[in-house]
């Protein structure tokens, strides 16, 4: 298995995205060469830390001599309170502006350290080293930042691309199953929108994917990496092709929103929304048949998803135009015109939509898996 060195470009210069298995052990020499740090602040989570934090010394090396930082890394210690202290921890430990500061664990610890490292002091450099399926396929890339509040989620947050980002699937084998599934379903997602290739090998290989095979993970996690360098690199601010990034987000965020973020694991919530994507945009006229079924076969061989909620189609769509990504209440959809390509699409009838929300529900047992 290789180690590959992936290029994004960013408003800030351009960055490497070390990627393959071993990718941690180079920790040392690619943070010597990025240049000399005062101090060096590991930012993680206690939980994380446990499965992970002997490994990332070891790959950080002695020279380095880190100092640590911790905070609970669920989602509701996603706030500013969190930012401020660890912003006084950085401070108590004498961080200045030329410190390095790392993020060891998954979205969120990349979330609140991408937002600190950018506060902190005006901006302190950042290297990530994501720990779970979509840190490392997704949030670590592309320097969005940010913290929630009790408004919204990710209202608050900079873009602030990370000066290296080591990505180690080495490091998923410690990953709770169900925060697996969910990235897993963000990885179909780039099949999706951006690479047939990768979906077609998604359906010949997802048990294997979901039973951790060190190569088709790899193969998988460098495939997606490619992608998002690739959509970052020519649209960091999401002004145009960022936002196919969000295919199935439309549905999923406003799932997540009407279950109050207790149901779904992000990625499930993500799972649904692709399969009702998949079935609006055939229902518009813009997705084959053939390949809104596939999409829906391959979702569903993730497994058993917590249930669609039992909420009206008219409260789902409410909650979509009050979506931070909604513009003035106009409905956006990311939608394939056939699988490896994703549009945006803004004028989506409302009766269609309802009607797909009529059926989105019962997404779970319509298409027969189409593989082998
Ligand atoms: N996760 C979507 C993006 O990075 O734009």
Redesign the pocket.
Known sequence: MSIRRISVRSSAGTYTVVCGAGALSTAGKMIAALGRFTSTHVLSSPRVWRAVGKKTMRGLGTALRPRLHFFDDAEASKNLRTVEEVARSLTRAGADRRSLLVAVGGGVVGDVAGFVAASYLRGVALVHVPTTLVAQT??S??G?TGVNIPEGKNLIGAFYPAKLVLTDPLMLRTLPPREFRGGMAEVIKYGIIADTRLFAFLERNLEKALARDPEILSHLIMSCVEI?ATV?SKDER?SGL?EI??FGHTFGHALESVTRYSRYQHGEAVAWGMMAAALLGHEIGLTPAEDACRIVALVRRLGALPPWPSVSPAKLIATMRSDKKSRGGNLRFVLSPKIGKAITQDDVPIPTLKSVLHFAPRLRGCCAATHD
Request: glycine share 10%.
């Open positions: 997704d949030s890339i592309g969005k998002k970052v999401e960022r990034l969000n």
